[in-house]
């Protein structure tokens, strides 16, 4: 039997960190201190330093931090938020949360992100905010968004939860928009070991709202400002994460290598890869490409021991909870990006070898087809 190939491969990447993790829990489980503490402001310190935003604020996961963040740029309930469907659930979902009304925008099916062109085609007069995700670790196109939305008094959040250490234009996910926000759910690029997240801005007001909404509304739990959440960075988490923030640049040049690995193996003869834009630097949070065939392709992966899998199938605005807001939607970028879309084996530590053999695996599978 073939090797098995796994699209995501945690265990290994961390198994030499071991050790330092193990002191690392052992340290917060020593200091007693849990909640706060200098483990979670170290982490907020060095993460806004590894970004290049000038401030950083633990949360609890990634959809908090957009449903705080959004709340800190000053989304009010009713408000229409600008968000891609082709995303995960958590994008829009954390919009209708705090009572504000998702509109679905398209995407590009050769990059799988929104552009400037498919947000301005949803803005309306009651939009106040945009959501960009940087989809499996590639930067949308910001500074085109910024352009368009900053002259209309319109914010732009970074939904950057799949590009930990991406750049464009030289400029980190994390510092592109009004804020960011990013998840440490432990499967991303740079994953906790259990849900964790954290909002990146320049803005000093934004990052003080964002700490009071964390924390009920409150800095000292007697007077209190906000009707907020309980959404803290635990410390356990912050102290594991100070071990793994080091290691990111070298995994996701790991992750790159093996993109140019794909291509030197002559992926593009039997799949196109998710096109990367000039300027953009992105981190392979996943390996996807497109392929009109996309679930018979993937079966026949499984058959050869490569798991691969489709992403968002049923897009957001699909999604029975999201109906009541995306009435009349043509999306036609979303329809195909959802319908084509394989996510490939990437990781770390995967091995140029199981990189031929993932496509090798394609050119059998492409030869069945034809
Ligand atoms: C694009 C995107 N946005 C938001 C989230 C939500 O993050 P979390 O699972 O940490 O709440 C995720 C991941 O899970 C995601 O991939």
């Given amino acids: 039997m073939n090797e098995q190939i796994p699209l995501f491969n945690t265990a290994d990447q961390l198994a030499p960190l071991r050790e330092k993790l193990h002191q690392a829990s052992a340290r917060v489980i020593d200091s007693g201190r849990f909640i706060f503490g200098p483990e979670v402001t170290g982490f907020e310190q060095e993460f806004a330093d590894y970004v290049g935003a000038p401030y950083a604020v633990g949360v609890g996961n990634g959809t908090d931090a957009l449903m705080l963040a959004l709340r800190a740029v000053g989304v009010e309930p009713g408000d229409d938020v600008v968000v891609p469907s082709f995303t995960f659930y958590a994008t829009a979902e954390a919009v209708a949360a705090i009572g504000a009304r998702p509109v679905f925008c398209d995407v590009d099916p050769a990059t799988f992100n929104v552009t400037a062109a498919t947000v301005e085609a949803a803005l309306t007069p009651n939009t106040t905010a945009v959501v960009a995700v940087h989809l499996f670790g590639l930067p949308a196109p910001v500074q085109r968004l910024r352009d368009l939305l900053a002259p209309r008094g319109i914010k732009l959040v970074e939904d950057a939860a799949q590009a930990a250490g991406a750049r464009l234009d030289g400029v980190a996910a994390g510092a592109l928009g009004d804020a960011a926000t990013f998840s440490f759910f432990p499967s991303k690029n740079l994953g906790a070991f259990g ?87 992105p981190v392979y949070h996943l390996y996807v490409v497109s392929h009109d065939d996309a679930d018979a392709a993937i079966a026949a992966l499984a058959e ?57 695996a394609l050119s059998a599978v492409a030869a069945v087809a034809t």
């Fill in 304 to 360: 050869r021991g490569v798991e691969a899998r489709g992403y968002y199938r049923t897009p957001v605005h699909v999604q029975p909870p999201m109906l009541r807001w995306a009435e009349g939607a043509e999306l036609p970028g979303t329809a195909r990006a959802a319908a084509t879309n394989i996510a490939l084996p990437v990781s770390p530590v995967i091995t140029p070898e199981q990189v031929e053999a993932v496509v090798a």
């Fill in 195 to 281: 849900d964790a997240g954290i909002v990146t801005t320049a803005d000093v007001a934004v990052a003080d709202k964002v700490r009071l909404l964390r924390h009920h509304g409150t800095t000292n739990k007697q007077s209190h400002t906000m009707i907020g959440y309980n959404s803290r960075l635990d410390a356990i988490q912050a102290a594991m994460l100070r071990v793994l923030l080091p290691e990111l640049n070298g995994w996701n040049d790991a992750r790159r290598a093996a993109a140019a690995a794909y291509e030197a193996a002559g992926i593009r003869e039997f799949v196109t890869p998710q096109a990367v834009p000039e300027g953009a630097e």
